[in-house]
């Protein structure tokens, strides 16, 4: 097998402001996977907040891309390749790039490959759709996405909600976390009002303390917010425990749910969490989440980093195992160089095509070094 590396530069629409940090552009690294004349793709994008650079995340790829090389074919290479100490959206990737290949291989989607390795009955909640047992029977997994509003004043969050509602989405993500408590509550306000038909899902990306943390769930439970993300900063995941023992709302943990173990500590003990194939190593690692959650209480939230259709492809052949999806990160772009999942109508979407189901909408970016 032959690997090799491209890197462009994913723009936003529009800057996505947190509570941590304003984000307009972020670099994607693209391993292509070539075994006799079919090739897979994956996609693994810089974070500041996991560490990962251009520089190294290239490093991190050409590596696991030499690795491959030992491996036969790419059967052999998905099954039999070593967890190592990558980085797990380095992990991701590659796994991303096997599976597309191996379904192009067999002809099957990726989702009736990740059936074959887990076939189990998905939750049975509002939107949610039901997975048979029998490996591969099911159709091609679709979900309502959430679709995200940054920390913006609260008319422009108003225009954006009511845009998002005519274009028929359903679920609206809020971010929260400015300096003043107020503004966060002013922008959930007018977004219900524009759009008072949609669900709300609250993130203040870990900006709260606990005493703030119960004072504003009530508030924000009062507003008809479904459910908040990581209220907490991360870091101590037995306060985030305690918190949602007390709170009025669901709440999902993000940042204190990043790996298998992380999430065996907090399962049964938080209404969600929110897996991101980037933060977990991939597909199988999420399933291995999903399944060591099932019946605990704790329900899946499927997340996404800010990356193109290709990064955000995987996760979409799982999106009806989860009671919330949010997998937004390409409609966040000002140019998504790939298509392929939907989306703009507030639905994501996987194909019944071989592989991953996306194809590049543009070529001619440089090869990485």
């Known amino acids: 097998m032959k690997a090799t590396l491209r890197t462009v530069r994913l723009t936003l629409a529009e800057p996505l ?3 941590r940090s304003t984000m307009s552009a972020r670099d994607a690294v693209w391993l292509t ?51 190592g100490d990558r980085p797990a959206a380095v992990t991701a990737a590659v796994e991303a790039a096997l599976l597309d290949l191996c379904g192009k291989r067999s002809s099957l989607p990726v989702h009736r490959l990740l059936d074959a390795k887990s076939a189990r009955t998905a939750p049975t909640t509002p939107g949610a759709r039901t997975a048979p047992t029998t490996p591969g029977a099911r159709s091609a997994p679709s979900a309502r996405t959430a679709r995200t509003i940054g920390i913006v004043p609260a008319e422009r969050a108003a225009a954006q909600a009511r845009s998002l509602a005519d274009s028929g989405f359903t679920v609206i993500k809020v971010k929260a976390g400015a300096p003043d408590p107020e503004d966060d509550l002013d922008r959930i306000r007018a977004i219900a009002s524009a759009a008072p038909r949609a669900r709300l899902l609250l993130d203040p990306n870990g900006a709260w303390t606990s005493a703030q943390a119960l004072q504003l769930l009530t508030h924000y439970a009062e507003l008809g917010v479904e459910a908040v993300e990581q209220p907490l900063a991360p870091g101590d995941p037995e306060a985030l425990a305690r918190l949602a023992g007390r709170s009025p709302l669901p709440l999902i943990a993000d940042e204190d749910a990043v790996t298998y173990e992380d999430v065996s500590r907090l399962a049964g003990r938080v209404h969600g969490v929110n897996v991101k194939l980037a933060k977990c190593g991939g597909p199988y690692a999420a399933l291995r989440i999903a399944e060591l959650i099932e019946g605990s209480g704790t329900e899946l939230m499927l997340g996404c980093l800010t990356a193109s259709t290709l990064g955000l492809a995987p996760a979409v052949h799982l999106a009806d195992r989860a009671r919330w ?36 909408r543009r070529v001619g970016c440089e090869d990485a070094a």
């Open 17 to 19: 402001r947190i509570s």
């Open 33 to 83: 996977v070539e075994h006799e004349g079919l090739t897979g793709h994956g996609e693994a994008v810089t974070s500041v907040y996991y560490g990962l650079n251009t520089t190294e995340l290239e490093r991190q790829l050409y590596e696991a891309g030499l690795a491959l090389g030992r491996f036969g074919d790419p059967e052999s290479a998905l099954r039999d390749r070593p967890a």
């Open 325 to 360: 999806a949010d997998l937004d990160g390409h409609l966040l772009l000002a140019d998504d160089p790939w298509t392929g999942i939907g989306g703009a109508d507030g639905v994501v979407r996987a194909s019944d095509l071989p592989g991953l189901g996306v194809r590049e």
